[in-house]
C-alpha cells in the first residue's frame, strides 16, 4: 500500500484518489469475503491473488458504484503506466511478481516496446516462450527485438545464473496460453519436440547447460519468402553452435535447391517427425540432392509425396534407388502418403519390404499390378494399420479376393478405411463384405465415387449398421441416380432420379435402426470413362433426423490427417 502510494506520481496514476484508496484499503475492501473464501492482507503484507481477487469481484460487481460500467483492471492500469516510462519497466523486471510476467510480456508486445521485450526475454521466468500463440503474423521489427534478448543470453560463455528460458516455441498450438497466463506457463513444454540434445563442450564455449531450442513448422515456398522465417533462418545460422533450430513439421513445395539447402543446413534433421513434398518440389534433381538429408530424419513420422509428372525409366529408378531407399532408415515413421503414378512398375515390394509397422497408408492414382495388391496383404509393414486410404486405384485387374486379404489381418486394428474412386461394382463390393463387417472398431467409412446399384448400397448400409463404433459413412449414390445420353456415350446425373433415391434410401434407413451418420455423394462429372476423379464434381448429403437430405460439406472425421 505503502509502495503504491509513493508510486502514483512516478507511474503517472492520475485516475486514483489517494484519499479514496487508502478509505478502500483500511475501511471497505477488508470487510469483503470473496467467492474463493479469501479476504484482504493483513497490515504490513501484500498478496497479489487477493489484489487481483478483489479487483475482479469489484468490477463484477460494479463497486466502488463511481467505476463505469467497464472499467479498466488496476493490473491493466499499472502496466500501462509503467510501459510508458521503459526504463522504470526494465529495472523493475527483478522485483515483478512472476504471476505479473504474461500480462505485461503481452502488452509491452502489442504496443512495440522493444527495449523491455529484450529485458523480459532475458528475465523470463518459465522455461518456454509461446510466442507463436500471441499474433498470428508477428511484427518483424518486434519479433527481432525477442532475438535481441536472445542475443544477450547467448553473448556470455557460460549461460547467465538464473535464466530459465530454454525453448522459443513459434508455432500456435498452445490454445488459449495466453489467457490462462501463469498456471499454464508454469506447466508448459512443447509438446512433441524430438531431438538428441547434445551436451555442449567448453571449446564451443557452452558448459553443460543445454543449447536454446527455437520451434517452428518451416516452409519453403515459391515467391517471397516469409519476413520471420528468412530473418530467423539467418539469426540462427549464425547462432548455430547455441541454438537448435527444429521443424517438428517441413514443407517443401517449390523446387529450388538453394533455399531447401540453406533450411536443411540449419534446421536439426532428427527433429522433423512431418515431411511434406508437392508435385513441384519432386525433381529428380531435387529428390537426388534430397535423398542424404532424409535419412537423417531418423524421426520422421509421416511422409506425405506428391507429384504429376511423367517419369522416364531412368528417372524412376532414381527415385527407386535414392530417395525411396532411404525409408529403410526411417525406425519411427508411422505413416505414409503417396500421391502419385510412378510408385509401380512391380517396384512397391521393394520400397515396403524393410518397413516397420505403419499406421496409416494411402495410396492416390498409384497404379498397382495385382502382385502388388497381393504383397500389401502379405507385408509386415501393413497388418497394424489403424487408418487405410485407396483412392483413384484401377482395380479391374485385381480379384477382390486379394483386396479382402489385405482388410483380414487388420480387422482388430483398423479405425479409418476409404476406397473411393475403385472402381467397385455390385460383385467387389460383396467379395469384399465379409472381411469389412469383422472391422469391428470402424469409425469412420468411405466408400463414395464406386459405381454400385441401389440393391448393393442398401445392403452395404444394413451391414454397416451392425458396427457399433461407426460414427460416420460417405457412401456413393447408386446408379439409379444416373441416366444415359442419348447418344449412349455418357452418364449423366439426374435430379429428379436421384430425389426418388433420396427419399428411398431415407424410407429404408428408418427399419435398419443405424446410429452413424450417412452422407451420399452423387457425382455430377459427365466423363465416368476418365481415368481418374477428383471431388470438385461431387456433391455431398447428409441424412437429417427428420428423414430429409441436406446439402453439406465432405465428412471427413476419420481420415482428415490423410489428404495429401
Known amino acids: 500500500m505503502e509502495c503504491l502510494l509513493r508510486s502514483l506520481d512516478v507511474l503517472s496514476i492520475d485516475c486514483i484518489n489517494k484519499e479514496c484508496l487508502i478509505y478502500y484499503c483500511t475501511q471497505v475492501w477488508p470487510q469483503y469475503q470473496l467467492d474463493n473464501r479469501s479476504r484482504w492482507s493483513k497490515d504490513g503484507t501484500f498478496d497479489y491473488v487477493i489484489l487481483r481477487d478483489l479487483d475482479d469481484f469489484c468490477r463484477c460487481n460494479e463497486l466502488p458504484h463511481t467505476w463505469s460500467r467497464n472499467p479498466p483492471s488496476l493490473q491493466h492500469l499499472a502496466m500501462q503506466s509503467l510501459l510508458s516510462y521503459q526504463a522504470l519497466a526494465t529495472s523493475a523486471l527483478q522485483d515483478l511478481p512472476v504471476l505479473l510476467f504474461p500480462s505485461l510480456f503481452q502488452e509491452a508486445y502489442a504496443r512495440g516496446h522493444t527495449d523491455v521485450l529484450k529485458a523480459m526475454v532475458q528475465a523470463w521466468p518459465f522455461s518456454c516462450l509461446p510466442l507463436g500463440d500471441l499474433a498470428k503474423s508477428p511484427d518483424l521489427q518486434t519479433f527481432k527485438a525477442v532475438l535481441d534478448g536472445l542475443d544477450l543470453i547467448l553473448a556470455n560463455k557460460e549461460r547467465p545464473h538464473g535464466v530459465k528460458l530454454q525453448v522459443l516455441d513459434l508455432r500456435n498450438e498452445h490454445r488459449d496460453i495466453w489467457t490462462q497466463r501463469y498456471p499454464s506457463m508454469a506447466r508448459m513444454f512443447p509438446p512433441g519436440v524430438l531431438i538428441d540434445r547434445p551436451t555442449g563442450s567448453r571449446r564451443s564455449g557452452m558448459t553443460e547447460e543445454q543449447p536454446l531450442m527455437i520451434v517452428i513448422d518451416l516452409t519453403i515456398k515459391y515467391g517471397a519468402q516469409d519476413d520471420l522465417q528468412a530473418y530467423l533462418l539467418q539469426w540462427a545460422r549464425e547462432k548455430k553452435e547455441r541454438v537448435q533450430l527444429c521443424s517438428r513439421k517441413l514443407q ?276 465416368w470413362c476418365k481415368k481418374y476423379f477428383s471431388d470438385s464434381a461431387c456433391e455431398f448429403y447428409i441424412l437429417c433426423p427428420d428423414g430429409s437430405w441436406v446439402k453439406t460439406r465432405k465428412g471427413c472425421t476419420g481420415l482428415s490427417a490423410l489428404a495429401v
Open 252 to 527: 517443401i513445395l517449390q523446387s529450388s535447391l538453394s533455399k531447401v539447402y540453406e533450411t536443411l543446413l540449419v534446421v536439426s534433421l532428427d527433429s522433423i517427425q512431418e515431411l511434406v513434398l508437392n508435385e513441384v518440389s519432386c525433381s529428380v534433381n531435387m529428390i537426388f540432392k534430397l535423398a542424404p538429408y532424409l535419412r537423417q530424419m531418423k524421426n520422421l513420422h509421416i511422409l506425405k509425396f506428391r507429384s504429376y509428372h511423367q517419369y522416364t525409366s531412368f528417372e524412376k529408378w532414381i527415385y527407386l534407388h535414392f530417395f525411396w531407399a532411404q525409408l529403410r532408415h526411417l525406425q519411427h515413421l508411422q505413416e505414409l502418403h503417396v500421391h502419385d503414378v510412378f510408385f509401380s512398375d512391380g517396384n512397391l515390394p521393394t520400397i515396403l519390404r524393410r518397413l516397420t509397422p505403419l499406421k496409416t497408408l494411402s495410396l492416390n492414382e498409384v497404379r498397382m499390378q495385382g502382385a502388388d495388391l497381393c504383397f500389401l496383404a502379405q507385408c509386415s509393414c501393413t497388418r497394424q494399420l489403424k487408418h487405410l486410404r485407396l483412392r483413384n486405384l484401377v482395380l479391374n485387374t485385381f480379384r477382390p479376393d486379394r483386396l479382402r486379404a489385405l482388410l483380414q489381418p487388420v480387422t482388430n486394428t483398423l479405425e479409418s478405411l476409404a476406397l473411393e474412386f475403385c472402381d467397385f461394382t455390385d460383385d467387389r463390393l460383396s467379395a469384399i463384405l465379409p472381411a469389412l463387417i469383422q472391422c469391428f472398431h470402424l469409425s469412420f467409412f468411405s466408400f463414395y465415387g464406386n459405381k454400385i446399384s441401389m440393391a448393393a448400397l442398401q445392403n452395404l448400409l444394413r451391414h454397416m449398421s451392425r458396427l457399433c463404433h461407426l460414427r460416420l459413412g460417405i457412401y456413393p449414390a447408386p446408379l439409379e441416380s444416373y441416366h444415359l445420353s442419348r447418344d449412349l456415350k455418357q452418364v449423366l446425373y439426374s435430379p429428379r432420379r436421384f430425389a426418388q433415391v433420396q427419399a428411398d434410401l431415407a424410407q429404408a434407413l428408418t427399419h435398419m435402426e443405424t446410429t452413424h451418420k450417412i452422407q451420399i455423394c452423387v457425382n455430377k462429372d459427365s466423363n
